[in-house]
């Protein structure tokens, strides 16, 4: 019997899922922005209908899935976003879904992934390992196990976003985009988008101490976040590591990484907020964050991705009555 190759992700790929995302959802906004004299845009994915863009992936993920696969349901790990993505994509389906969450995710996360309809199954982030809990119930289950970051269809699915914008600005006859910044934990995201746009020069951001990606493509290897990582109020993006499925597109067109501050997100929220009406959680944030940081180059032909806004409103009132640096 010959052996299946692994599938890998493709910008063949990536046009096919932008299609099917168009067929169901509305693009999201691209809107200007005007940092130190520079207009940039802001590609707004928090306004997705579950508040962040992992919706692409999960639905490219899992309308390809045969009948019988999504009798058995899909199995999924996430901090909130890609559970909500997955949980509204297997509801429209009419699947079974079972995400395993952190038992410290943002309440306002796991109350919402539960109203989609989802079964939710919380572990300690710190002493268990939530891809064992995930495989080892998929297994029982029989389910498809759909990864937040190292599956081809949802890097190719969040790269649809790059589809989006590059039709957007075509519209109001913008030149194409030359620079993407976007918003990094495992890769997802950053691969897609670099496969979407080869000519574009794509920028991963990731929070101080959580840059395992940025120092992966220094030092041209995979690399860990350290066992001593700050604590970052960017639930998002604490991925340990990428794995070889993205890091073997982000290491062909991503030269370099950067990293922010939880001070640095604070004061992009509140720009967000003042000056776009837009209300982004901290891991939403950082790629504006780094623009407005003067760490990422800014010019008319650079898009900053806004890629979730599931913030507490506690959390985020705080950050707004804070006084600015």
Known sequence: MTKTEPRIPT??????????????????PLLPLTIDGQQVWIKAECLQPVGAFKIRGAWHRLSALSEEERVAGVVAVSSGNHAQ??????????????????????????????????????????????EEIAEAIAAEKGATYCHAFADPWVIEGQGSAAIEIAEQLA??????????????GGGGLTAGLA??????????????GWDDVGRSLAAGEICRVADNAPPTACDA???LATSPLN??????????????????VQDAQRLAFARLRLVLEPGGTVALAAALAGKAKCDGTTVIMATGGNVDPHQFARVLEASPR
């Open 85 to 130: 993505g997955v949980a509204w994509a297997a509801h429209r389906l009419g699947m079974a879904a079972t995400i395993v969450m952190p038992a410290d995710a943002p309440p306002i996360k796991l109350e919402r992934t539960r109203e989609l309809g989802a079964e939710v199954v919380t572990y300690d982030r710190y002493n268990e390992s939530r």
């Open 11 to 28: 910008r063949q790929g990536v046009l096919e899922a932008a299609r099917k995302v168009a067929a169901i959802l509305p693009p999201t």
């Open 247 to 264: 890091f073997a597109v982000l290491r062909e067109r991503c030269p370099f990484g950067l990293s922010v501050s939880e001070a640095e």
């Open 195 to 208: 496969l979407a746009c080869p000519e574009a020069e794509v920028v991963p951001v990731e929070p101080e």
């Open 171 to 184: 519209a109001v006859g913008a030149p194409p985009v030359s620079r993407i910044v976007v918003c990094c």
């Open 237 to 239: 993006l604490q991925t």
